[in-house]
């Protein structure tokens, strides 16, 4: 049973580009939560999405959006990178809310140069 | 806004001892979830253990153990007989499913086990 999938492991981006994440979650999970990890630091909630929504977002800027599809997959998008955007981004899923505990994927590297 | 708060940056323990690592949190609400994680160098953060606020009784998984304090917000984690495998980042996260189930993570503590 595959669990959280990532794609890519690394990014290196410039200034001012767009980057697209995605994730595929574990089977049998319906609800995709987006989280950004700055070195040395615990993550910060960025957005979950649940049946094609998004159902709560984080204090992060209109820069960072997403989507989810029909198969529960998501992709993290985020425009006009800054510096600061550089980070580890994590993907978790889970079966409806977050109560049982979330399954994580490894992650992204984004560098942003 | 709840937060979480992990006094400890690092730790450090012999093989086959016990450590236990600190964490506190902040909120107002009496009905939420608690949990460690622990994020080794793969990066993937692994649920270690988790606690449900209305349960009185602590949480317990093989060596892994807490101690919850619901009236102090307290909750630190017990790891017994450690092995060089428990070497990672351990994150403290609070978690209240009717607020959208967002976790809310500590700084972390970066746990070295010593042979």
């Known amino acids: 049973d595959a669990g959280v999938t990532q794609s890519p492991t690394h990014l290196i981006k410039t200034r001012g580009q767009q980057v697209t994440l995605r994730c595929s979650p574990k089977?049998?999970?319906?609800?995709v939560s987006w989280y950004q990890q700055a070195l040395g630091q615990g993550p910060q909630f960025i957005f979950q999405y649940y049946e094609e929504e998004e159902r709560q977002r984080g204090n992060f800027p209109d820069r960072f959006s997403g989507h989810q599809f029909p198969n529960y997959s998501s992709e993290l998008n985020v425009n006009a990178l800054l510096l600061g955007d550089s980070a580890l981004y994590l993907c978790?899923?889970?079966?409806?809310?977050?109560?049982?505990?979330?399954?994580f994927g490894s992650g992204t590297r984004l560098t942003v140069v | 806004a709840q937060t979480v708060t992990q006094s400890q940056p690092e730790m450090s323990v012999q093989e086959a001892e016990t450590v236990t690592l600190s964490c506190t949190y902040d909120?107002?609400?009496?009905?939420?979830?608690l949990f460690w994680y622990k994020q080794p160098p793969s990066r993937q953060m692994i649920l270690v253990i988790r606690q449900e606020a209305y349960k009185q009784q602590n949480a317990t998984e093989n060596r892994f153990s807490v101690n919850f304090q619901k009236a102090a917000k307290s909750f630190s984690l017990k790891i017994s007989d450690s092995q060089l495998g428990d070497a990672a980042m351990y994150f403290c996260?609070?978690?209240?499913?009717?607020?959208?189930?967002?976790?809310?993570f500590g700084e972390g503590t970066q746990l070295t086990v010593n042979p």
């Open positions: 978790a899923s889970s079966l409806r809310g977050g109560a049982y505990g979330y399954t």
């Open positions: 909120t107002s609400e009496s009905d939420y979830y």
């Open positions: 996260a609070y978690l209240r499913e009717t607020s959208g189930s967002r976790l809310t």
């Open positions: 089977s049998g999970h319906d609800t």
